[in-house]
């Protein structure tokens, strides 16, 4: 996780960084309209992501606090991936993207 002097002083910034990319944006609108994910479902549902951009993108939303990860003592290992209660925060953010999206859409 970043400290606050690590930060940018602005907090649209501060965002932006840490949930600006549309990799994450994408994980995070998984998440919050899906639920819980594996890292298969990622894939299947964002389909241009490389495992290696996906694990890249996961790990960074896990070290800043906003994504968990849960690993089940199965064989073969099962890995679990959900929202914490700040990622969870971010649930208006992305329903504002999706009506303005929307409204675009239909204006075109």
Do not use: H
Not at 83 to 92: E, F, N, Y
């Amino acid at each position: 996780m970043l400290t606050k002097s690590e930060l940018p002083e602005c907090p649209v910034a501060t965002t932006v960084q840490l949930i600006g990319n549309k990799w994450k944006l994408l994980i995070i609108r998984n998440l919050i309209y899906n639920g819980n994910q594996r890292f298969t479902d990622f894939i299947k549902t964002i389909p241009a992501i490389s495992k290696k951009v996906l694990t890249d993108n996961l790990r960074a939303l896990e070290d800043d606090g906003i994504v968990e990860r849960e690993v089940f003592a199965e064989v073969p290992p099962r890995v679990v991936y959900s929202l914490s209660p700040l990622g969870t925060s971010l649930k208006p953010i992305l329903d504002a993207m999706v009506d303005w999206g929307t409204d675009y859409k239909n204006s075109l």
